[in-house]
C-alpha cells in the first residue's frame, strides 16, 4: 500500500496531466466552434440541431474544469465533471465504432476527415485510463496543494 | 450552499462555463447559432436563379430535377458508392476537382443535386456548403438520400 505521501504527489501528477489534456483538448475546439458541431453531428448521437450547443459549451467547460484541476479548484466537482466526461466520450466513440457508421462522412472536409481517422481503439483506452485519473482524484484522501475551497 | 459538497461544485462548474461560453460566443465574431438550422425545403424548383440558394428537397423534387438530367453528386465515401448509388451520380472525393468538373460542364448557376446515405447524414449538407462558398448558386441537398431513393425503386448505378 502506497504512502499517503506518495499518493498526494500520485494525484498531483494526476491532476496535472489530465489538467494539461483537458485544455489542450479545448483550444482547437474553442477555435474552430463550426468544425466542432461538424465532427459531433457526424456521431449521430445529438438530435439534429443540439450539437452547436454542445460545440459551444463543452469546450469552455473542459478549458474551466481542466484550469480547476491544475490550480486545485472545487477538486470533487471537477473530478466528478471529468469523469462523466470520459464516461460520454467512451460511449460515443465505441458506438461509432460498432455501429460502423460512416464517421469520416464529411468526405471532402479535411478537418472532419482527420477527426474521422482518429477514432479507434486507442481513443477508447486513453479515455478509460483519463476516467481511471479522474477517479483517483475524487478518491485522493489527503486534500493539499489545493486553492479553493480550503480544508 | 456549501461549496465543499461535490455536487454543489458541479453545478457552480457547468452552471458558470455554460454562463461564460454562450457569452463569449455571443461577442466573438464567428460565434455560430445555438441551434443548428435546418435547411428550408424547395417550393419550387428553379433552373436558373437570381440569388445564390442552398435548399432541401423531398424525393418528387428530386426525381423531376433528375429527370431534367440535373446532376446529383454523391458525399458518401467512395467505398459506399461502390456498392450502389444513384444511376449517374458522381462521386468526386476532391473538392478542387468536383469543382472544377461542374463548373467546366455547366457553370456555377445551374442546379445541382448534393445527397449522402440518408435523413441521419450531414455530409450532403456539408458538402453543399462547401460548394456554396466555391461560388454555386443554386444547390439543391436530397434529404431521403441513397435510402429513400433505392427504397423506392428508382433508377440505380452499380
Redesign the interface.
Known sequence: MINLQKRSILVLFSRLILGAVLIAASIDKILH??AF??VI??Y?VLP??????V???L???E???GC?LIFGI?L???A??TAGMMCVFIIALSQAMIRGI?I??????VS?DNAGGNIGYRRIIEDILFLGLSLLI?NRGERKWEL??KT | MN??L?????????F???V???F??GIRT?????????LDVADNIKISVDEPQLLAITLEQALDLYNNGTVFID???PE?FTDGHIMGAWNV???FE?TFKLDSLQGKESPVVVY??GD????SE??AY?LQGEGFSNLYVFKGGWDEWSENGHPIGP
Open positions: 466552434p463550426e458541431a461538424e453531428g457526424n449521430n439534429f440541431g443540439l450539437e452547436n450547443i460545440a459551444i459549451t469546450p469552455i467547460l478549458l474551466f474544469i480547476c472545487m470533487d466537482g471537477s466528478i465533471i460512416d469520416n462522412c464529411g468526405c471532402f472536409k472532419v475524487l479553493y475551497p | 461549496v465543499r461535490p455536487l454543489v461544485q458541479v453545478f457552480f462548474l457547468v458558470f462555463s455554460s461564460f461560453s454562450l463569449v460566443n464567428d460565434g455560430i447559432p445555438l441551434l443548428a438550422k435546418e458525399a458518401r465515401e459506399y472525393p476532391f473538392l468536383l449522402c446515405s441521419e447524414c450531414g455530409s456539408d458538402l462547401e
